[in-house]
T-cell receptor
Framework: NAGVMQNPRHLVRRRGQEARLRCSPM?????VYWYRQLPEEGLKFMVY????????ESGMPKERFSAEFPKEGPSILRIQQVVRGDSAAYFC???????????FGPGTRLLVL | DAKTTQPTSMDCAEGRAANLPCNHS???????VYWYRQIHSQGPQYIIH???NNETNEMASLIITEDRKSSTLILPHATLRDTAVYYC?????????????FGTGTRLTVIP
């Protein structure tokens, strides 16, 4: 019974490059959430998606960040033109329905040089 | 946005019960109390949740006061692997507002 999977687990990018983070929800789950954790801080909500729909993106930075959850395949969090301040752990969670318990993946650690 | 208050840190002797308190004095009638923990920067792990009644599962027990303004997470026999940051989160079930707000949590250290 596979849990939430995220890849890559670690990602190193130079300033100005693009970062693509992938999240495969638990089997049977159709709701995906992305959170970001800056060093020594708590997790902060970024975006909530269902298949092919963005439900709530109130936590997403206005520029350079985008997310999608296509009909087929994993959810993707995309960061364009990364800056050093984007260095963080990015966690994905999934749930069966929107109001059900969220289960988290192991995270992707992004380091921007 | 913080709707919960937790002590910054706690220690617990290995094998003893760990009792982690949480205050949520402004909780609404449709809001649940959730507990997660994060072990050394791993992904948060769901522990337990409840609305009014006390709850127990294989990991922990959740005691919610009758007025629902506070709760206690109980790990009955703490082990060294329970050392983690524990987050108490108040969450309403409503369409389109399903994000979890993680505060600073309680850093629990289990001492051998």
């Amino acid at each position: 019974n596979a849990g939430v999977m995220q890849n890559p687990r670690h990602l190193v990018r130079r300033r100005g490059q693009e970062a693509r983070l992938r999240c495969s929800p638990m089997k049977g789950h159709s709701h995906v959430y992305w959170y970001r954790q800056l060093p020594e801080e708590g997790l902060k909500f970024m975006v909530y998606l269902q298949k092919e729909n963005i439900i709530d993106e109130s936590g997403m930075p206005k520029e350079r960040f985008s997310a999608e959850f296509p009909k087929e395949g994993p959810s993707i969090l995309r960061i364009q033109q990364v800056v050093r301040g984007d260095s963080a752990a990015y966690f994905c969670a999934s749930s069966g329905e929107g109001f059900e318990t969220q289960y988290f993946g192991p995270g992707t650690r992004l380091l921007v040089l | 946005d913080a709707k919960t208050t937790q002590p910054t840190s706690m220690d617990c002797a290995e094998g003893r019960a760990a009792n982690l308190p949480c205050n949520h004095s402004t909780i609404s009638g449709n809001e649940y109390v959730y507990w997660y923990r994060q072990i050394h920067s791993q992904g948060p792990q769901y522990i337990i949740h409840g609305l009014k009644n006390n709850e127990t599962n294989e990991m922990a027990s959740l005691i919610i006061t009758e007025d629902r303004k506070s709760s206690t997470l109980i790990l009955p026999h703490a082990t060294l692997r329970d050392t983690a940051v524990y987050y108490c989160i108040v969450r309403a079930y409503q369409t389109g507002a399903n994000n979890l707000f993680f505060g600073t949590g309680t850093r629990l250290t289990v001492i051998p």
